[in-house]
């Protein structure tokens, strides 16, 4: 599992065991400002499949039109690390 995974386990998995300690939902959705539904599928998700259901899967589309070369990415990342140029100047 990724880092990014590992933290939206924790982070839901956090707020799921602490609106089930003082059993007030509302004060849990409150206080972590989210709604009862978001609340209540984690926890439905949670029971059903377990700490797997709790990652983001939520994919960004990948849109290769706005994607460049291979070499001309490759160019910008060598002279940003190497040289610290900046956007305006490469």
Known sequence: MSPKE?????????????????GNVSKTCRYFDISKETYYKWNKDYESEGESALINSKSCPENLKLRIAGEIEARIIHLRTTYYLGQLRI
């Open 6 to 22: 590992l933290s939206d386990i924790r982070k839901k998995f956090r707020i799921i065991q602490y609106g089930q300690e003082p």
